[in-house]
């Protein structure tokens, strides 16, 4: 089918030109700050993603749009915001000759059109909407449904390796077994793997747990400035950052209705009792991001043993920073087990977010500012750290060129829309790229704009916040009073910027 791509691209799904394609995978984690993976500074074991980071390159500076549905949906399409002639990155990849395959997470804006779904550009998909649980639910049902190619499964319906089942792991085991019906072809495969770690609610395999238990009682307090050092120690972050003060949710549309999950407290002043449970609170998210990193692993290992790793690129990212947004719906029972709702609190999103302020949502560091992995041999240079600032918007570009075809001109009758970010490509290659104008990520209500140094913020839709983010990467000195003028201009181009940007159909 056509879909009013242009002729060059229908010409490339040729087998000789599939061979020298690599093989795509697009892995996305969810509500996971800057510090909590290992290679990134955290305590939390992960060592496939701290394999791929070694053994290929991490970006210091990379940006998200800071929540789970404008963070999908700007990613998928290249677009800070469209509407119809938004064109999917399964779109091209298919145009271009590819397997695609999608399991996890699906949650878009509503400018995303329909034919953006899950069902309508993948191959094979298994997914949900937004937020399920991670173990079956004592009711026998999750919360919302799961959809294999579309068609709504109930509970027993979804297949499983490892019982009792979870869904990290068989979200894997889907992926798997479509990987196996892509290896007996001809055609390279794309992989669209987005898992639902580590967000609300927290739930986690009792082994898993077991390994973190009694690791954080030494507290948020201390625990942050052992990441810091460890984050500066292996150059993750700049000799220049300091870490900002702690600081809890001050969301007032989303919060702090609950001062005891959103205000900060040093940790000394807990009772023993206190500090065991939120030690518990801790080991369960960390088990959460250790049971991904283990199906990661899953995913590495087949792609060895059927000689796929040299010639796959994989991408690992994060939709936005931790999450702090109190949302039991049961305060009786312990994180952890199926018929928990237990969610992380402010103190331990400040953590994860280290060293930046504030959280998801947020367009602060703390909220947009994410780990970007990317991993392909013979091509990125292994053990590589970038200070070039990339963003998700970028990610659509880069497949282009790295698929070496033209965007279309149109997609189901609609004139495209251009394409908001530019290739990265060259980063990969150990190569300066021209960096972009300008980069968006936040709510509106949180919004940031950055336009090279410079970035201009706000919190609670209240007045503009600057920043020199080279000079100052942990936001503590606003200089919007020191510098008016600058304030202004910024502010009148993001205006002008976000005018232009926005479709109205």
Known sequence: MCLGITPAMQSCSDKSQNAS???????????????????????????N??????????????????????????????????????????????QAGYFNIMSGKEHFDE???????????????????????????????????????????NAAQIEY??????KTDFITDYA?????????????????????????????????????????????????IERFEKMKEIGIIDEKTILSPPEGNI?????????????YYPWETLSEEQKDSLDLEMAVFAAMIDRMDQ??????????????????????????????YYANKITDVQPGPANSYWSLRANWANLGNTPFRFYKQYGHEGGSHTPFIAHWPGVIKPNTITSQTGHIVDIEPTLLDILKIDYPDSIHGYA??????????????????????????????HRMFRMGDWKIVRVNKEEWQLYNIKEDPSETHDLSVQFPEKLKEMELKYEEVWADLSVTD
């Not at 953006?116 to 079956?136: G, I, M, P, R």
Request: hydrophobic share 35%.
């Open 111 to 153: 400018w995303v059109p329909e034919y953006c779904k899950a069902e309508n550009v993948f191959d094979h998909s298994l997914y949900f909407w937004a937020t399920t649980e991670y173990f079956l639910p004592p009711g026998g049902e999750f919360e919302r449904p799961f959809f294999l190619e579309g068609k709504e499964l």
């Open 416 to 445: 495209t829309i251009p394409l908001h970010g530019t290739s990265l490509l060259p980063v990969f290659k150990d190569q300066a790229r021209e960096e972009p104008e300008y980069f968006i990520s936040g709510l509106d209500r």
């Open 21 to 47: 394609r690599p093989n795509i995978i697009l892995i996305m984690a969810d509500d996971i700050g800057f510090s909590d993976i290992g290679c990134y500074g955290s305590e939390i074991m992960t060592p």
């Open 176 to 224: 798997m077994k479509w990987l196996d019906e892509a290896f007996t072809g001809e055609q390279p495969f794309f992989l669209y793997l987005p898992y639902h770690a580590a967000h609300y609610p927290l739930q986690a395999r009792p082994e898993d747990i077991a390994k973190y238990r009694g690791k954080y009682k030494k507290g948020w307090d201390e625990l942050r």
């Open 49 to 94: 993603l701290d394999g791929l980071a070694q053994n290929g390159l991490r970006f210091q500076s990379f940006y998200n749009m800071a929540k789970c549905n404008p963070t999908r949906s700007s990613l998928l399409t290249g677009l800070y915001t469209g509407g119809n002639g938004a064109v999917h990155i399964a779109d091209l990849t298919r």
């Open 161 to 166: 390796e490892k019982s009792p089942m979870y």
């Open 295 to 324: 199906n990661i692993g899953r995913v590495i290992n087949k792609l060895k043993e059927n000689n796929k790793l040299e010639n796959t690129l994989i991408m690992f990212l994060v939709d936005n920073g931790s999450c702090p």
């Open 251 to 263: 969301n007032r549309f989303r919060g702090p209705d609950v001062p005891a999950y959103s205000d």
